[in-house]
C-alpha cells in the first residue's frame, strides 16, 4: 500500500502537520493545533497510533498532548509534571520519546519523568536529578533544559539524555543510576585549565546513528562530536565545517556514517546561518568530510537560525530531509539533501520537526 508521510511542526504558537505521498511533491497543511500553545516537540508512537505534543510555559504551566487521529482531535495532561514541593515549578515540556513501552519527557528545569498510559500521567524518574552533579548545572540561553532523548533500540533500560547546560548522561538501569559521558567535550567558556570537565557542557543535539547504538552524533556549543563508544569518549569531527557552533543535527535513516547539520556563524556573531547563505551541511564518512548542500535553498539576506529539534529525516527511499527555521519557514528534500523546496512559510518561529509514514 502507498504511504504517507507526515511531518510534525512544533511552534511558537501550537502543532501543525503537513501531508503528502510518498512522491513528496506537494504538501497540505493542518493546525495549529493544541490551542496555540506554545509545542517545543512534536513526535509520533507508531507502536501507539498517536500524535504526541510536549510545551506550555511559565503561564499555561507543562503539559502533553495527545491525538490517536492524527491531529483531528486532541487531549492534553499535566497529572504529574511536577517537581515536589520547595522546588523550582516545573515550567515547559522541551522533549518528547517513546521508548520501552511508554513515553519519556524532558522538562524545565532540567529533569525526567515518564508515563505508562500514553500520558494521561507521569512521574519523576528521580535517579537523574540525584546525581551528585546536579548542584553545578546551569542554566544555558534557553533555560536549564533537557532536550535530548535517545533510547536505546534493543535494550529499554538505556537511555541517553543532553542537558544544556549538564552534559551528557547515560543510564543502564532504566533510570535509577546516571554516568556523566562527556569526555573529550570542551567548555571554551571555562578558564583555559578547565575547558574539559566531566559534567557541565552545553549539549545541543544527540542523535544516535542507526543500527549502531554505541555511535552517537553531539552537536556542542563548543564543537561537533562523535562517539564510537555510547559517550564514554568524544572525537572532534568539526573540521570542515563553516562553525563550530549549531544547533540541530539529523541521522540518515540506515546510513550509520550519513549525518545532516545545520552550522550557524556563532554564538556571539548573530547566530544566523553563515554569511546570510543557507545550507545544510552532510556527511557521508561519519564526520570525516563534509559537503554543503545549498540547491534550492536562500542565499543571500538569509538572516534565520534552526533551533535544537528543528531537523529531521525520514525513513522513505531515497531518504526526505526537512527543517525548519526561527522565522517560520519550513524546508524538504526528497532526495537526500541534494534539492530543497520550502514547503511552507509564515508559521510561528519553528521548534521542532519530525516525520511520521503511514499508509495511504
Not at 544516535?208 to 563548543?222: K, V
Not at 570542515?240 to 540518515?252: D, M, Q, R, T, V
Not at 520550502?342 to 518561529?349: D, E, K, N, S
Request: proline fraction near 7%; charge should be negative.
Amino acid at each position: 500500500m502507498a504511504k504517507k508521510i507526515l511531518i510534525l511542526v512544533g511552534t511558537k504558537k501550537g502543532a501543525f502537520i503537513l501531508e503528502s505521498d510518498e512522491g513528496r511533491r506537494s504538501w497540505a497543511l493542518r493546525g495549529p493545533f493544541c490551542e496555540a500553545w506554545p509545542m517545543n516537540h512534536v513526535v509520533a508512537d507508531p507502536a501507539a497510533g498517536a500524535v504526541y505534543a510536549g510545551g506550555g510555559n511559565e503561564w499555561f504551566g507543562p503539559a502533553v498532548w495527545k491525538s490517536g487521529d492524527l491531529g483531528a482531535t486532541w487531549t492534553h495532561s499535566s497529572e504529574g509534571l511536577a517537581y515536589a514541593a520547595g522546588e523550582e515549578p516545573v515550567k515547559s515540556v522541551w522533549s518528547l520519546a517513546p521508548a520501552a513501552g511508554g513515553l519519556y519527557a524532558g522538562v524545565e528545569p532540567a529533569g525526567l519523568f515518564r508515563s505508562d498510559d500514553g500520558g494521561a500521567s507521569w512521574r519523576q524518574v528521580a535517579g537523574l536529578r540525584d546525581h551528585p552533579s546536579r548542584p553545578d548545572w546551569q542554566p544555558g540561553g534557553g533555560g536549564l533544559i533537557l532536550h535530548a532523548l535517545v533510547p536505546h533500540p534493543d535494550d529499554d533500560r538505556q537511555l541517553w539524555v543532553g542537558i544544556s547546560a549538564g552534559g551528557v548522561f547515560h543510564t543502564a538501569d532504566g533510570g535509577v543510576t546516571w554516568e556523566a559521558r562527556n569526555r573529550g567535550t570542551r567548555c571554551d567558556y571555562l578558564p583555559e585549565d578547565q575547558r574539559y570537565p566531566e559534567h557541565g557542557q552545553c549539549v545541543h543535539c544527540l542523535v544516535m546513528a542507526p543500527g549502531m547504538p554505541e555511535r552517537l552524533y553531539q552537536q556542542n556549543h563548543c564543537g561537533m562530536y562523535r562517539s564510537d563508544d555510547g559517550g564514554r569518549s568524544w572525537t572532534s569531527i568539526e573540521a570542515g565545517l563553516p562553525s563550530s557552533f549549531g544547533f540541530p543535527a539529523a541521522a540518515h535513516p540506515r546510513d550509520p556514517d550519513t549525518l545532516y547539520l545545520l552550522p550557524l556563524n556563532g554564538d556571539s556573531a548573530g547566530r544566523y546561518v553563515p554569511d546570510g547563505q543557507a545550507a545544510v551541511w552532510r556527511t557521508r564518512d561519519g564526520g570525516g568530510s563534509w559537503q554543503a548542500l545549498r540547491d534550492g535553498l536562500p542565499q543571500e539576506n538569509a538572516f534565520f537560525g534552526v533551533l535544537r529539534q528543528a531537523m529531521a529525516t525520514d525513513r522513505l527511499e531515497p531518504a526526505g530531509v526537512y527543517f525548519g527555521t526561527s522565522t517560520g519557514a519550513l524546508f524538504a528534500s526528497a532526495d537526500e539533501g541534494e534539492s530543497w523546496t520550502c514547503v511552507a512559510q509564515h508559521l510561528p518561529p519553528i521548534l521542532s520537526v519530525e516525520t511520521l509514514a503511514v499508509e495511504g
